[in-house]
């Protein structure tokens, strides 16, 4: 069953037939239909209710690091019930077929590679809040054991090898982006021939600088999003509409809460 924007899509799933070397580049937006809030959303994004915490202030205080702590910790707690939606599992199939060089992605919650997605494909440029590392001697440090800690203590304490501050694997506001990442993001953008972003607003650099310089090098850009972003009137392709459906129609797999299988 095609989504609303029937022609749209259809002309996205035309352009990701027609390419060889595809990148997607997805945001926030395509992990709300498994009920992960947004970041920008009117009324809905997190950064509409509260601001984020600056690198600099959570290395500086240790009120704000428990802040931190106590927003991961407490709440609703959407990070570690959330599952794929469809969205996901149809940038796995696309990811199946070979013709995806790689997902570059500004999310953390790990759902690409819960979908099946190869890890090795998945670029996470603001890392993983799935587990912590120490800011000192790079450490890892399981969530489980520092939640352990924060309910008997009420807080997170320093690195129980060095001393030295712990904090989740996300790049926060200010952090130093991951080299590693970034390069394996522009080595991809500049192999390809088409890039699809999904559910970005596209307004946090360095990160939304990829897109742009897809279509300067060449390759073409189509933009699935919700609301617009800045980069639309140099898409050759925008589709408003809601991504699950729509990239379950692209890759050709059932939108519905049974997940993923081809459609009939
Ligand atoms: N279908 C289509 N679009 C959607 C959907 C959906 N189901 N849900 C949300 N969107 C769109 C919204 O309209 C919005 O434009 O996804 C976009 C998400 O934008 P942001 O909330 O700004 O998220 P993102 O672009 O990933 O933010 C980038 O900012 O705060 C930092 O580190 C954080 O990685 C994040 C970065």
Redesign the pocket.
């Known amino acids: 069953m095609p989504p609303r924007n029937h022609g749209d899509a259809d002309r996205l799933r035309a352009l990701v037939d027609a390419a060889e070397r595809i990148v997607f580049f997805t945001?926030?937006?395509i992990s709300?239909?498994s009920g992960i809030p947004?970041?920008?959303?009117p009324g809905t994004?997190l950064?509409t209710k509260m601001k984020?915490i600056q690198f600099q202030d959570f290395v500086a205080s240790d009120a704000v690091r428990q802040e931190s702590w106590r927003r991961r910790f407490t709440g609703e707690r959407v990070l570690e019930g959330a599952q794929p939606n469809a969205g996901h599992h149809a940038i796995a199939r696309l990811v199946a077929t070979g013709k995806v060089l790689a997902v570059i992605t500004?999310?953390i919650d790990n759902l690409h590679q819960d979908a099946g997605v190869p890890a090795a494909r998945v670029i996470e440029l603001?890392g993983n809040a799935h587990h912590a590392r120490c800011l000192r001697c790079g450490l890892r440090h399981e969530l489980a054991d520092l939640e352990r800690e924060f309910r008997e203590t009420g807080r997170v304490g320093p690195c129980n090898a060095c001393g030295g501050i712990v904090k989740t694997a996300t790049i926060s506001f200010g952090q130093a982006m991951p080299e590693d990442e970034m390069a394996r993001a522009q080595d991809a953008i500049e192999a390809c021939d088409l890039c699809v972003v999904a559910?970005?607003?596209?307004?946090?650099y360095p990160?939304a600088g990829f897109p742009e310089y897809a279509k300067r090098r060449g390759a073409l850009l189509a933009i699935?999003?919700?609301?617009e972003?800045p980069l639309d009137p140099r898409a050759d392709l925008v589709v408003r509409?809601?991504?699950?459906p729509t990239l379950a129609f692209v890759a050709g797999i059932n939108p519905g809460p049974a997940g993923p299988r081809l459609s009939d």
Not at 199 to 204: N, P
Not at 224 to 227: D, T, Y
């Open positions: 945001g926030a937006g709300t239909e947004d970041f920008r959303s994004g950064w984020p500004q999310n603001h559910g970005s607003s596209l307004q946090v990160a699935v999003n919700r609301e972003t509409g809601e991504l699950g």
